[in-house]
């Protein structure tokens, strides 16, 4: 009996943590997985957790990126993600892949908008990372990628970052040179182009 309660005050207390600590869900591909980097700390996730824990803001942050990922794939792994973290906020930056796959635009947009309605149907607030093609893959093409994002932010209203590589995709010294995937020296750059949309969405700190 006196096992019995102790497991019952570990499993009330874990239960306890776990309210008490706002999730914020990262939903991404190779950008948010740190792709070619040596080691995950170096990623801009990671160094997401370090500046939220240095402001004062309680939030634990779920890496739940994949290297790869397609929107389709995002779509069906989300609901799951969702049920484990419970978030209070989901960053989805997905759609990179799509683009470079010349998958149909209109089914990222249809992927995307579902992912944001089932964010919010579960309760969080949502932050849209926009991506842009190369070059080459033609201005029109471009184009059309880019009003995808803008479709979903008017239709869903999510906070929003037009681009996640601004500053950072045409600067050589701070890309891999596969040209993708930016390098260790890149990775504060990530965080600086989300921080301003996510803040607004972060409350207050949890200390002054």
């Known amino acids: 009996m006196k096992r019995l309660f102790v497991l019952l005050l570990l499993w009330s207390a874990s239960v306890s943590a776990n309210v008490e600590t706002p999730v914020i869900l990262v939903f991404g591909d190779s950008i948010s997985a740190g792709y070619g980097l040596p080691r995950v700390e170096q990623g801009w996730v990671a160094m997401l957790q370090a500046r939220l824990k240095a402001q004062g803001y309680g939030y634990g942050v779920v890496n739940a990126s994949v290297s790869g990922e397609t929107t389709a794939g995002g779509l069906a792994r989300l609901p ?11 960053i989805l930056e997905l759609g990179g892949n799509d683009g470079l796959r010349a998958l149909p635009i209109r089914e990222m947009r249809a992927n995307l908008s579902q992912m944001i309605d089932l964010s ?9 990372l926009g991506m842009r093609m190369p070059p080459n893959y033609g201005p029109e093409y471009g184009a059309h990628f880019a009003q995808a994002y803008a479709e979903i932010v008017r239709d869903k209203g999510p906070a929003f970052v037009p681009f996640l590589l601004k500053d950072i995709a045409l600067s050589p010294d701070l890309m891999q040179s596969d040209g993708i995937h930016p390098n260790e020296a890149g990775q504060p750059r990530l965080l600086d182009n989300v921080w301003p949309a996510l803040a607004p969405l972060l409350g207050q700190p949890a200390r002054h």
């Open 120 to 128: 919010v149907e579960s309760g969080a607030k949502v932050l849209l």
């Open 80 to 90: 799951r993600a969702l049920a484990l973290h419970h978030p209070r906020i989901v």
